[in-house]
T-cell receptor, first 115, second 112 residues
Framework: AQSVTQLDSHVSVSEGTPVLLRCNYSSSYSPSLFWYVQHPNKGLQLLLKYTSAATLVKGINGFEAEFKKSETSFHLTKPSAHMSDAAEYFCVVSVPTGTASKLTFGTGTRLQVTL | DGGITQSPKYLFRKEGQNVTLSCEQNLNHDAMYWYRQDPGQGLRLIYYSQIVNDFQKGDIAEGYSVSREKKESFPLTVTSAQKNPTAFYLC???????????FGDGTRLSIL
């Protein structure tokens, strides 16, 4: 069975300061891991994905995440927050099922960016 | 421009009424999915389909039905048996089991 724990439901940062969104996972398989972002009343947009290649994954809009197997963590970071980064972020574990995939979502972290 | 189109964006249902949410993709993806999102929660899987004329129940299939008659279309019907249908519904698709899922912009369903 898979599970995802996002350790903070809400994070607030000032514009220009670093962002850290924390995620721990549990999986019976060697997982694929994703971070998605959701703006209000919108669908989910893929930020980045880890699929057992490099442990440091670079994504869109300056975000990156590091896969740490020993800590079962996949934290999302960005060196400098921008106002447009304010949104809900989801950490997701994916396992294959036939030709499809089954996703397990964390409960989300709402990122607030202040001036 | 390839993507997933969900319609309508907002939908209202009367008590005892069935409603159908549309999902169309032009990404040529084999697999399609329906999720439900409630405030403060992650997404929960309702149904998914790996190929045409095939679909499987997800974690919360009760009160919902789907069909997959064409590769590009995967409509979801919310039946009167679904007692708490108010939610944000998201459709997704994927090329195969190793590729990420791509999401539409969702349909918000409310009860009158």
């Amino acid at each position: 069975a898979q599970s995802v724990t996002q350790l903070d439901s809400h994070v607030s940062v000032s514009e220009g300061t670093p962002v850290l969104l924390r995620c721990n996972y549990s999986s019976s398989y060697s997982p694929s891991l994703f971070w998605y972002v959701q703006h209000p009343n919108k669908g989910l947009q893929l930020l980045l994905k880890y699929t057992s290649a490099a442990t440091l994954v670079k994504g869109i809009n300056g975000f990156e995440a590091e896969f740490k197997k020993s800590e079962t963590s996949f934290h999302l970071t960005k060196p400098s927050a921008h106002m447009s980064d304010a949104a809900e972020y989801f950490c997701v574990v994916s396992v294959p099922t036939g030709t499809a995939s089954k996703l397990t979502f964390g409960t989300g972290t709402r990122l607030q960016v202040t001036l | 421009d390839g993507g997933i189109t969900q319609s309508p964006k907002y939908l209202f249902r009367k008590e005892g009424q069935n409603v159908t949410l549309s999902c169309e993709q032009n990404l040529n993806h084999d697999a399609m999915y329906w999720y439900r999102q409630d405030p403060g929660q992650g997404l929960r899987l309702i149904y998914y389909s790996q190929i045409v004329n095939d679909f499987q129940k997800g974690d919360i299939a009760e009160g919902y039905s789907v069909s997959r008659e064409k590769k590009e279309s995967f409509p979801l019907t919310v039946t009167s048996a679904q007692k708490n249908p108010t939610a944000f519904y998201l459709c997704a698709s994927s090329q195969n089991s190793n590729q990420p899922q791509h999401f539409g912009d969702g349909t918000r369903l409310s009860i009158l």
